[in-house]
């Protein structure tokens, strides 16, 4: 923004002879004048929450949900599921917008409230359920053709929501030819050396853990020849 202003200015001279005086000096000068602000957002209170659909999804998140409410503003709205932040808030309307879910610490029932950034405005809370992951597991052998005594290793890959816990690697007749822990990448290996001659279809079963369910590998087909 800019204007124009005056000033007013008082010289003091003095001369050899003649004493003080002070006469008034009027300078005119325009100067610019720049003025910085911060944009405020002025709400009447918090804004509210009335559904939240779907109201269930995986626990380790990743996915969408729409939220439908009053007092949304866009670039202004945090989503809190459980105390964490959701992502990629987008405000179509006042009264909807979307959020990606956050991954959950545990299956169940949890709150999710709404609020402007930076304030202490927040909705009312509202449920929303944390469902078992979907697990899978990938098998391999190898090699898959050996001779009797020769170490197979088997190596079972599970995903979903962070899985823990153990893998059993199983036979045909269901027998458990090994367990082995899942590491941080969600692999589990384990070395035979035991597999009788002739043809062996071995699976890999994953038990599940508090956030993601069982799941068992396709069959995996190891032939052991005999010396």
Not at 28 to 42: A, G
Not at 80 to 100: H, K, N, R, Y
Not at 203 to 211: E, I, L, N, S, V
């Amino acid at each position: 923004v800019g204007f124009e202003c005056e000033i007013d200015y008082t010289l003091d001279i003095v001369g050899q002879d003649s004493g003080l005086f002070t006469p008034e000096l009027e300078i005119y000068q325009p100067i610019d004048v720049f003025l910085e602000y911060e944009p405020m957002m002025l709400v009447a209170g918090p804004p509210t929450l009335d559904a939240v659909e779907p109201g269930e999804g995986s626990v380790a998140g990743g996915y969408g949900v729409d939220l439908t409410g009053t007092g949304f503003v866009a670039g202004q709205m945090d989503v809190l599921f459980d105390g964490v932040p959701g992502t990629d808030v987008v405000v179509s309307a006042s009264t909807q917008l979307t959020v990606t879910v956050p991954e959950g610490t545990a299956v169940g029932a949890v709150d999710v409230v709404v609020g402007y950034s930076g304030s202490a405005f927040e909705s009312g809370p509202l449920a929303f359920t944390y469902l078992e992951a979907d697990s899978t597991v990938a098998l391999s052998a190898s090699p898959p053709n050996a001779v009797l005594g020769e170490v197979v290793e088997l190596q079972a890959s599970v995903s979903g929501a962070s899985p823990t816990g153990d893998v059993e690697f199983r036979d045909g007749t269901g027998a458990v030819l090994a367990t082995a822990s899942l590491g941080g990448s969600g692999s589990a290996t384990a070395s035979i050396d035991t597999l009788a001659e002739g043809s062996h279809v071995i699976t890999a079963h994953y038990p599940g853990d508090a956030r993601n369910g069982a799941a068992s590998s396709s069959a995996v087909t190891v032939t052991i020849a005999g010396p």
